[in-house]
C-alpha cells in the first residue's frame, strides 16, 4: 500500500557508471516533490559516488538511508534503502504497490543484465519486475563510445518498453554551471515521470 503521507512512489537505482551526480539529484528532486523514494545502490555506485562527489554513503542499507534522509532533509522513511538481496522488499514483487523505475546512471554492464534478465541481485529484479508488469522504467545509460552490444542492448529494451535518456545534456538552455547540465537530464526524466519540475527551462516557451 503506497504511503498516503507521499504523493508518489518512484525506485531509484544507482550503478557503477560514471554520473552519480543524477541520480543524487534526481532523489533530492523527487523528495521535494514529495514523493517517496526507493533507493537501490551497487558496490560499484558506492565507490563512484565517493569518486566523484562529496558524498560518502555508508555501507548497509540502515546506514545508507539514515545518511541520505538528512542530506536531503526528507521525511521519516521517504527514503527507504534496500540491500542488493533484500528479497522481501516492495521493488521484488510485481504483486507490491505500481512505482516507477528508474535506474540512474545506468552501466553498459547493468543493461547488459537487465536485456538478458538476469536479475541476479535486486537491482536487476526491480528493472525484470518493471519490464514484466509493464510499468514505467527509464534508463540513464552513461558511456563514450557505445559499442554495437550497448546499442543492441538498448534496442532491446526500449522494444520492451523501456525509455532510454543518455546522460547527454543539451546546450541549448546555455547552461552555466555543472549544476545547470546535471538539471537538464534530471528535468527530462521528472517530465517522463510526469512530475511537475522548474530546474529545467522549455523550449521555445520563454518566447511565447
Known amino acids: 500500500m503506497t504511503d498516503p503521507r507521499f504523493s508518489n512512489r518512484v525506485t531509484v537505482a544507482l550503478t557503477g557508471a560514471s554520473g552519480a551526480q543524477y541520480g543524487l539529484r534526481l532523489i533530492q528532486c523527487l523528495v521535494a516533490a514529495d514523493c517517496q523514494v526507493f533507493v537501490l545502490i551497487s558496490k560499484a555506485a558506492q565507490v563512484v559516488v565517493a569518486t566523484e562527489t562529496e558524498c560518502r554513503i555508508p555501507g548497509g542499507a540502515d546506514k545508507a538511508q539514515s545518511y541520505l534522509?538528512?542530506?536531503?532533509?526528507?521525511?521519516?522513511?521517504?527514503?527507504?534503502?534496500?540491500?542488493?538481496?533484500?528479497?522481501?522488499?516492495?521493488?521484488?514483487?510485481?504483486s507490491s504497490s505500481p512505482s516507477a523505475t528508474v535506474v540512474c546512471p545506468c552501466s553498459t554492464g547493468s543493461l547488459s543484465a537487465f536485456a538478458c534478465g538476469a536479475s541476479d541481485n535486486l537491482i536487476e529484479r526491480a528493472v525484470d519486475v518493471a519490464l514484466k508488469e509493464r510499468r514505467k522504467l527509464i534508463l540513464v545509460p552513461r558511456e563514450a563510445p557505445y559499442s554495437e552490444i550497448h546499442l543492441e542492448n538498448m534496442l532491446k529494451l526500449t522494444r520492451m518498453g523501456a525509455i532510454v535518456i543518455p546522460a547527454s545534456p543539451g546546450f541549448y538552455h546555455k547552461p552555466q554551471s555543472i549544476e545547470d547540465m546535471i538539471d537538464f537530464i534530471v528535468g527530462r526524466i521528472l517530465d517522463q515521470l510526469a512530475i511537475e519540475q522548474t530546474i529545467m527551462p522549455r523550449w521555445g516557451e520563454d518566447e511565447v
Open 69 to 94: 534522509t538528512e542530506l536531503f532533509n526528507a521525511e521519516d522513511d521517504q527514503i527507504q534503502v534496500f540491500s542488493r538481496e533484500q528479497w522481501f522488499s516492495p521493488v521484488a514483487s510485481g
